[in-house]
Protein backbone atom coordinates (compact mmCIF):
# COMPACT_ATOMS: atom_id res chain seq x y z
CA UNK A 1 0.00 0.00 0.00
CA UNK A 2 2.82 2.37 0.81
CA UNK A 3 4.09 2.16 -3.43
CA UNK A 4 0.39 2.86 -3.84
CA UNK A 5 0.51 6.00 -1.62
CA UNK A 6 3.74 6.64 -3.51
CA UNK A 7 1.67 6.87 -6.45
CA UNK A 8 2.54 3.97 -8.17
CA UNK A 9 -1.05 2.95 -9.01
CA UNK A 10 -0.26 -0.27 -10.91
CA UNK A 11 0.68 -1.47 -7.44
CA UNK A 12 -2.95 -1.87 -6.55
CA UNK A 13 -2.96 -4.78 -9.00
CA UNK A 14 -0.44 -6.95 -6.45
CA UNK A 15 -2.84 -6.08 -3.87
CA UNK A 16 -5.91 -7.34 -5.98
CA UNK A 17 -4.52 -10.71 -6.74
CA UNK A 18 -3.29 -10.73 -3.34
CA UNK A 19 -6.86 -10.21 -1.70
CA UNK A 20 -9.62 -9.91 -3.91
CA UNK A 21 -10.98 -13.47 -3.65
CA UNK A 22 -10.71 -13.04 0.13
CA UNK A 23 -13.11 -10.37 0.31
CA UNK A 24 -14.98 -11.57 -2.84
CA UNK A 25 -15.93 -14.66 -0.34
CA UNK A 26 -16.61 -11.89 2.61
CA UNK A 27 -18.76 -10.25 0.39
CA UNK A 28 -20.65 -13.32 -0.99
CA UNK A 29 -21.26 -14.76 3.05
CA UNK A 30 -22.72 -11.51 3.55
CA UNK A 31 -24.87 -11.17 0.86
CA UNK A 32 -25.75 -14.65 -0.90
CA UNK A 33 -25.39 -12.78 -4.40
CA UNK A 34 -22.12 -13.02 -6.53
CA UNK A 35 -22.81 -10.58 -8.86
CA UNK A 36 -23.23 -7.99 -5.56
CA UNK A 37 -20.17 -9.23 -4.53
CA UNK A 38 -18.20 -8.76 -7.47
CA UNK A 39 -19.23 -5.18 -7.41
CA UNK A 40 -18.72 -4.15 -4.18
CA UNK A 41 -15.11 -5.77 -4.12
CA UNK A 42 -14.46 -3.55 -7.03
CA UNK A 43 -15.90 -0.61 -5.32
CA UNK A 44 -13.60 -1.60 -2.44
CA UNK A 45 -10.13 -1.39 -4.69
CA UNK A 46 -11.43 1.82 -6.43
CA UNK A 47 -12.09 2.72 -2.63
CA UNK A 48 -8.73 1.90 -1.94
CA UNK A 49 -7.22 4.26 -4.67
CA UNK A 50 -9.29 7.08 -4.09
CA UNK A 51 -8.51 7.29 -0.44
CA UNK A 52 -4.72 5.28 -0.24
CA UNK A 53 -3.82 8.56 1.96
CA UNK A 54 -6.04 6.98 5.09
CA UNK A 55 -3.76 4.10 5.09
CA UNK A 56 -1.33 4.39 8.09
CA UNK A 57 2.40 2.86 7.51
CA UNK A 58 1.92 1.43 11.03
CA UNK A 59 -1.69 -0.14 10.83
CA UNK A 60 -2.22 -3.93 9.17
CA UNK A 61 -3.28 -3.63 6.32
CA UNK A 62 -6.04 -6.28 6.15
CA UNK A 63 -7.79 -4.09 9.54
CA UNK A 64 -7.92 -0.82 6.77
CA UNK A 65 -9.09 -3.40 3.98
CA UNK A 66 -12.41 -4.93 6.03
CA UNK A 67 -12.86 -1.48 7.18
CA UNK A 68 -13.28 0.15 3.88
CA UNK A 69 -15.21 -3.28 3.05
CA UNK A 70 -17.52 -2.90 5.80
CA UNK A 71 -17.90 1.09 4.82
CA UNK A 72 -19.12 -0.55 1.25
CA UNK A 73 -21.42 -3.17 2.31
CA UNK A 74 -23.23 -0.52 4.71
CA UNK A 75 -23.17 1.97 1.98
CA UNK A 76 -24.95 -0.72 -0.04
CA UNK A 77 -27.85 -1.58 2.20
CA UNK A 78 -28.30 1.82 3.10
CA UNK A 79 -29.14 2.42 -0.44
CA UNK A 80 -31.36 -0.14 -0.69
CA UNK A 81 -33.44 -1.87 1.20
CA UNK A 82 -31.97 -4.49 2.57
CA UNK A 83 -33.57 -8.38 1.48
CA UNK A 84 -32.67 -11.65 2.36
CA UNK A 85 -30.96 -12.63 -0.93
CA UNK A 86 -31.89 -16.60 -1.51
CA UNK A 87 -28.61 -18.87 -3.29
CA UNK A 88 -28.50 -17.86 -7.01
CA UNK A 89 -28.37 -21.88 -7.92
CA UNK A 90 -30.86 -23.84 -6.94
CA UNK A 91 -30.69 -26.26 -9.67
CA UNK A 92 -27.40 -28.44 -8.44
CA UNK A 93 -26.90 -31.62 -9.31
CA UNK A 94 -27.67 -34.16 -5.91
CA UNK A 95 -24.63 -35.53 -5.11
CA UNK A 96 -24.61 -39.39 -3.30
CA UNK A 97 -24.64 -40.66 -0.07
CA UNK A 98 -22.87 -38.61 2.98
CA UNK A 99 -21.93 -36.06 0.47
CA UNK A 100 -25.31 -35.23 -0.22
CA UNK A 101 -26.38 -34.62 3.59
CA UNK A 102 -23.07 -32.69 4.06
CA UNK A 103 -24.28 -30.45 1.19
CA UNK A 104 -27.71 -29.79 2.73
CA UNK A 105 -26.19 -29.26 5.96
CA UNK A 106 -24.61 -26.58 4.68
CA UNK A 107 -27.07 -25.03 2.52
CA UNK A 108 -29.23 -25.36 5.66
CA UNK A 109 -26.60 -23.51 7.52
CA UNK A 110 -25.89 -20.81 4.40
CA UNK A 111 -29.81 -20.29 4.63
CA UNK A 112 -29.36 -19.31 8.32
CA UNK A 113 -26.29 -16.96 8.04
CA UNK A 114 -28.84 -15.23 5.61
CA UNK A 115 -31.55 -15.33 7.82
CA UNK A 116 -29.08 -13.30 10.92
CA UNK A 117 -29.22 -9.59 10.85
CA UNK A 118 -26.80 -7.95 8.67
CA UNK A 119 -24.16 -6.59 11.23
CA UNK A 120 -24.44 -10.64 13.37
CA UNK A 121 -23.82 -11.91 9.84
CA UNK A 122 -20.76 -9.86 9.48
CA UNK A 123 -19.06 -10.56 12.68
CA UNK A 124 -19.22 -14.00 11.83
CA UNK A 125 -18.51 -13.97 8.34
CA UNK A 126 -15.34 -12.15 9.85
CA UNK A 127 -14.27 -14.97 12.31
CA UNK A 128 -14.96 -17.67 11.39
CA UNK A 129 -14.63 -17.13 7.86
CA UNK A 130 -12.46 -14.66 6.76
CA UNK A 131 -10.08 -15.62 9.59
CA UNK A 132 -9.87 -12.65 11.45
CA UNK A 133 -8.90 -12.16 14.64
CA UNK A 134 -11.31 -10.62 17.87
CA UNK A 135 -8.65 -7.45 17.70
CA UNK A 136 -8.63 -7.25 14.21
CA UNK A 137 -12.46 -6.75 14.64
CA UNK A 138 -12.42 -4.36 17.45
CA UNK A 139 -10.25 -1.85 15.17
CA UNK A 140 -12.37 -2.78 12.30
CA UNK A 141 -15.93 -1.66 13.88
CA UNK A 142 -13.98 0.42 16.65
CA UNK A 143 -15.02 -1.51 19.88
CA UNK A 144 -13.13 -2.99 22.78
CA UNK A 145 -12.19 -6.76 21.90
CA UNK A 146 -14.28 -8.28 24.77
CA UNK A 147 -17.39 -6.91 23.20
CA UNK A 148 -16.59 -8.39 20.02
CA UNK A 149 -16.68 -11.74 22.08
CA UNK A 150 -19.67 -11.29 23.40
CA UNK A 151 -21.24 -10.19 20.06
CA UNK A 152 -19.80 -13.14 18.30
CA UNK A 153 -21.03 -15.37 20.77
CA UNK A 154 -24.42 -14.29 20.44
CA UNK A 155 -24.39 -14.19 17.26
CA UNK A 156 -23.34 -17.88 17.63
CA UNK A 157 -26.22 -18.54 19.46
CA UNK A 158 -28.78 -16.79 17.47
CA UNK A 159 -27.00 -18.75 14.27
CA UNK A 160 -28.00 -22.19 15.88
CA UNK A 161 -31.38 -20.96 16.96
CA UNK A 162 -31.84 -19.85 13.25
CA UNK A 163 -29.88 -23.35 12.55
CA UNK A 164 -32.33 -25.71 14.73
CA UNK A 165 -35.98 -24.02 13.76
CA UNK A 166 -35.07 -24.71 9.60
CA UNK A 167 -34.12 -28.15 10.59
CA UNK A 168 -36.65 -29.50 13.06
CA UNK A 169 -33.77 -31.09 15.19
CA UNK A 170 -33.13 -29.15 18.51
CA UNK A 171 -29.38 -29.88 19.55
CA UNK A 172 -27.78 -30.41 16.01
CA UNK A 173 -25.98 -27.66 15.66
CA UNK A 174 -22.73 -27.35 17.85
CA UNK A 175 -20.79 -24.24 18.31
CA UNK A 176 -17.27 -24.32 18.65
CA UNK A 177 -14.52 -21.59 20.11
CA UNK A 178 -12.46 -19.63 18.49
CA UNK A 179 -9.55 -16.81 18.98
Known amino acids: ??????????????????????????FLRLSGSAALSEDLTQDVF???????????????FTS??????HNAFIDHTRRSKWETAMPEKMDIPAPAG???????????????LLLLPPDKRELLVLSRFQGLKYEQIGELLDVETNTVKV?????????R???ERLSGRPGLF???GRN
Open 1 to 26: MAAVQGGDSSALGELFNRHHAALYRY
Open 46 to 60: LRMLRRGETWQPDAR
Open 64 to 69: WMYRIA
Open 98 to 112: RQLEQDEEHALLHRA
Open 151 to 159: RVFRALGQL
Open 161 to 163: EIY
Open 174 to 176: AVG
